[in-house]
């Protein structure tokens, strides 16, 4: 029964799913939406879950003083104060994004430039990629060069004033050769993701049980 | 003139300011001049009946000029002489207007433009009422090609059933598997599993579970540690399920430790950062990235590389496989990723459905290749006068298209 009651029901919900998509009237019209919001309720108690498991397993390596401990201590703080600010603030201006409360504070000074600083860090990494993917060992490394090259002096405005004709080759590339790769792609996920779907609902597929 | 006549005069004349003051606040309310709007209101078709489409004719007024014209207001009521209130206003350009309403209820509209120089109202239409549906016609096309594709691929399983050989090609990545789990091994050192930003509703997460599995089973198998972090607490719960499942496998339970199947945190380049320091600090022999995956992968990847880590990726999302070819040593494309349970396990069943979709890629390659020349074909026809095949193609190419 352990791996029975799932299945059904998985199998229930996945043909309802389906039927709901083209049955429109009520009470099957909307409840591919009421399942969703089933979802968010589920999603919100499993954040318990999450802070569970991250304060627990950081909190046992600076217990055992484990290596990298030091860093398990400042995400444990950093969680700590994060959290004492968020209720501060909600208990004192009754918003957790009231400029000025202690809480934007740390979103505004401390969360956005993080962030700012990761996502910055990615040109760099384009850059040493880029590098590795475009040395022309191969044929295809230097097709992939040239094309590259290509596309990216087409798109700017230098291209144009190298050679006239280079805006216009980049788009063929986009449109012509790109989009067919991609769409490719697109139709083989399509596919994989039907006929995984299927699998699933028809309890061919029980990894997710484990 | 008789003398009452005389006094009725007299009387009328004496009224006549009196009459005049009531007067006016009447001929201000009255309606303002009507504008031809050919305005037209029908139920929404293919709807759960809680909306009304309500269209109309261009005004003259209606020049594209914000300033002259900013647009239309929807007027709405209950009753044809009831109050009209606004159901909703539409910027100038526009000719069309869907109003959300209760589901059987009459209703009745009226158009006011709002011009410059002009806000003059439609003629009243109705009683529209707003009906469900119990099938949506626009989405034929898509339940035929769901029943035609959902019998193939139960065919092609039956098929497996009785036992014929199924061929499928080789998916390098999901062979380096063995590869990357004995290297960590040799090495001594851990390996890292990253299911991206995928929640447990998307399909390629499912499928990461079924690697993460085989993964596990073999890291419990060499006694290798595991580290999986995650963005998502409620993968997390499925992945601790998984991994632990797995190291009773081949009777290695005591090697599972909760905490290294954990959760990070669910923001984006907080999730990157915190994969990109496990990396640094404990340096993995091999990093695996499958699942869903945004502008953190390249992060990543570039990350494991740099500690030398061998690298399988594999994702759906087609902006990041790019990134994930140039940085990683395999990488799973698209729908080489869905087909990896069925790979890895080598259930004929499963092997089966993996048939039934490789036939039905098969026919859409036929089709759009038939469809190709047919549209050619049918334009060069055009040209000479014969327009026939040209529709033809048209009405197959309207046939498909979906609401």
């Given amino acids: ?210 | 003139m008789n003398r009452a006549s005389m006094v009725l005069a007299a009387l009328l004349l004496a009224a006549a300011p009196l009459l005049a003051a009531k007067a006016a606040p009447a001929a201000a309310a009255r309606p303002a001049p009507v504008f031809s709007a050919g305005l037209q209101g029908e139920d929404t078709p293919n709807d759960e009946g809680r909306s009304i489409t309500i269209t109309w004719t261009k005004s003259p007024l209606d020049g594209g000029d914000a300033t002259t014209f900013k647009g239309y207001q929807v007027l709405r009521a209950e009753q044809p002489a009831g109050q009209f209130t606004e159901a909703g206003f539409v910027i100038g350009g526009k000719t069309q207007y869907q109003d959300n309403v209760d589901e059987g209820k009459p209703y009745y509209y009226r158009l006011r433009q709002l011009a410059a120089t002009d806000s003059s109202e439609s003629e009243v239409i109705g009683p529209v009422r707003a009906t469900a549906q119990w099938f949506d016609r626009s989405r034929v096309n898509v339940l035929v090609l769901t029943v035609i594709l959902s019998f193939l691929l139960i065919w092609y399983i039956e098929r497996a059933k009785k036992g014929e050989e199924l061929f499928i090609r080789k998916i390098q990545g999901l062979d380096a598997i063995d590869e990357a789990v004995g290297r960590s091994t040799e090495l001594g050192k851990p390996i890292l599993y990253s299911f991206g930003l995928g929640e447990i509703r998307d399909i390629v997460t499912v499928a990461s579970l079924a690697i993460l599995r085989q993964v596990a089973v073999k890291c419990a198998q060499h006694g290798t540690e595991l580290l999986v972090p995650n963005w998502d607490p409620l993968v997390m719960a499925a992945a601790q399920e998984t991994v632990q499942q797995a190291y009773s496998e081949p009777g290695r339970p005591d090697l599972y430790k909760e905490g290294n199947v954990s959760f990070l945190t669910s923001d984006q380049f907080g999730y990157a950062a915190g994969v990109d320091g496990m990396m640094l600090r404990q340096k993995p022999g091999a990093v695996f990235f499958l699942g869903y995956f945004y502008a953190e992968a390249l992060l990543m990847s570039e990350t494991g590389h740099s500690v030398g880590a061998i690298q399988i990726a594999g994702t759906t999302a087609i902006t990041q496989l790019p990134f994930f070819i140039a940085s990683c040593d395999y990488t799973l494309i698209g729908e080489e990723m869905l087909a990896a349970s069925c790979y890895l396990k080598r259930d004929p069943q499963l092997l089966g459905s993996l048939k039934g979709e490789d036939f039905v890629k098969a026919v859409l390659i036929w089709g759009f290749a038939a469809m190709a020349v047919l549209g050619t074909v049918g334009m060069l026809m055009a040209r000479g006068g014969h327009a026939w095949l040209g529709g033809v193609f048209q009405a197959i190419q309207n046939w498909f298209v979906t609401a």
């Avoid at chain 1, 401390?110 to 990615?122: E, H, S």
């Avoid at chain 1, 004033?161 to 067919?180: F, G, N, R, T, Y």
Wanted: aromatic share 12%.
């Fill in chain 1, 1 to 210: 029964m352990k791996k029975e009651i799932p299945l059904a029901i998985t199998f229930l919900t996945g043909v309802i799913i389906v039927v709901t998509f083209f049955i429109p009237h009520q009470p099957l019209g909307s409840m591919q939406q009421r399942l969703l919001i089933w979802y968010s309720i589920v999603l919100g108690f499993t954040t318990l879950l999450g802070v569970d498991s991250l304060m627990g397993s950081n909190f046992r390596k600076v217990l055992r003083r484990s290596p990298g401990w030091g860093y398990s201590l400042v995400v444990i703080l950093g969680f700590l104060i994060t959290m004492v600010t968020g209720l501060w603030s909600w208990i004192a201006t009754k918003s957790l994004i009231t400029l000025g409360s202690p809480f934007m504070f740390i979103y505004t000074w401390m969360i956005v430039p993080l962030t700012a600083t990761m996502f910055a860090l990615l040109a760099f990494f384009i850059a040493s990629a880029a590098y590795r993917a475009f040395r022309a060992r191969t044929l295809e490394a230097t097709l992939l060069l040239v094309t590259a090259a290509i596309v990216m002096l087409g798109r700017v405005p230098i291209g144009a004033k190298i050679w006239s004709q280079l805006p216009a080759i980049q788009d063929w590339v986009m449109e012509i050769p790109q989009m067919a790769a991609k769409r490719g792609i697109f139709i083989g996920v399509a596919m994989g993701t039907i006929a995984m779907s299927l699998r699933v609902i028809l309890g061919l597929e029980r990894t997710y049980l484990s």
